[in-house]
């Protein structure tokens, strides 16, 4: 099936109640191409939300749990979360490519695996504080591409990275390697006292080369989340054609 501009956008069902999480699930299907079920909601409810959600909605499911444990423990957790059927799931690249080869391995090829690169909270101090060489804690550029690297070699999808990255994985690594891209703000809507520090909008993100947006609380908080949706495909459709455009103009 083509891809269409709504099936680039991710929204995080971050919410403690599975009554408002589903709710949002009913206004937002056929807007959205994935839903993320992350960690408060899987604590709260278990993987049977996964069957709730996937009865509201044929949208992706995308499980953040962002695991990080042994190997061993990482890949019998990835055959548990294999049977779950989701089709995305989270890992962080901060552990040894080893793990990132077991995910992989218990994921069975029924579950993209993503390495998350850097946290988009973590800033050049957190870095540090980390005691991460100073080379990286000037450029976080070198230390995400260098994790995006062992999970390219690892076999995983794809890799989680800010909207500033996608350009040069791809470069990188290939166009089939997945650029998933949180701290997405439309221009119409930057909360105040924002936590996400290495922002884009869909549109940059998209022109970058993004496969998927993950952008909550923009739609979240919208007064109607339906409305804000359908302005966010309307801006990825027009970078896509821009996308486009730029490609033919290449070939020529
Ligand atoms: O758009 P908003 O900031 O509300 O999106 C928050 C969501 O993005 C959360 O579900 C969070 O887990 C996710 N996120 C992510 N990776 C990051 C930063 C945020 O998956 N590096």
């Known amino acids: 099936m083509q891809k269409t501009a709504k099936d680039y956008i991710v929204f995080p069902l971050d919410f403690s109640s599975v009554k408002e999480a589903e709710d949002y699930v ?3 299907d056929g807007k959205v191409g994935v839903f993320k079920i992350g960690l408060e909601l899987f604590i709260d409810q278990g993987p049977f939300v996964v069957e709730r959600i996937r009865k509201l909605s044929r949208a992706g499911i995308f499980l953040d749990l962002k695991l990080h444990d042994i190997s061993a423990t990482v890949q019998r957790a990835m055959e548990r979360v294999a049977a779950l059927g989701v089709d995305l799931i989270t890992v962080h690249c901060s552990s040894s490519r080893n793990m990132l080869e077991k995910a992989v391995l218990g994921a ?6 993503l390495g998350v690169t850097l946290l988009t909270d973590n800033d050049a101090d957190a870095v540090e504080a980390q005691g991460f060489k100073t080379e990286f804690v000037k450029d976080l550029r070198l230390l995400i591409l260098q994790r ?20 040069e994985v791809k470069e990188k690594f290939g166009k089939a390697f ?34 998927l947006i993950v952008i909550g609380r923009p739609l ?14 309307q801006e990825i459709e027009d970078a896509l054609a821009a996308r486009f455009e730029y490609c033919n103009k290449c070939k020529n």
């Open 108 to 113: 069975k090829g029924k579950t993209r695996v």
């Open 26 to 28: 009913r206004i937002l």
């Open 148 to 167: 995006a690297k062992m999970a390219h070699e690892a076999g995983c999808a794809g890799v989680v990275c800010s909207g500033k990255e996608v350009k």
């Open 178 to 211: 997945l650029a998933v891209t949180p701290g997405i703000r439309p221009s119409w809507s930057v909360p105040e006292n924002d936590d996400q520090k290495r922002i884009t909008t869909p549109g940059q993100a998209i022109a970058m080369g993004s496969d």
């Open 220 to 233: 979240r908080d919208a007064d109607n989340p339906a409305k804000a949706a359908l302005k966010v495909i």
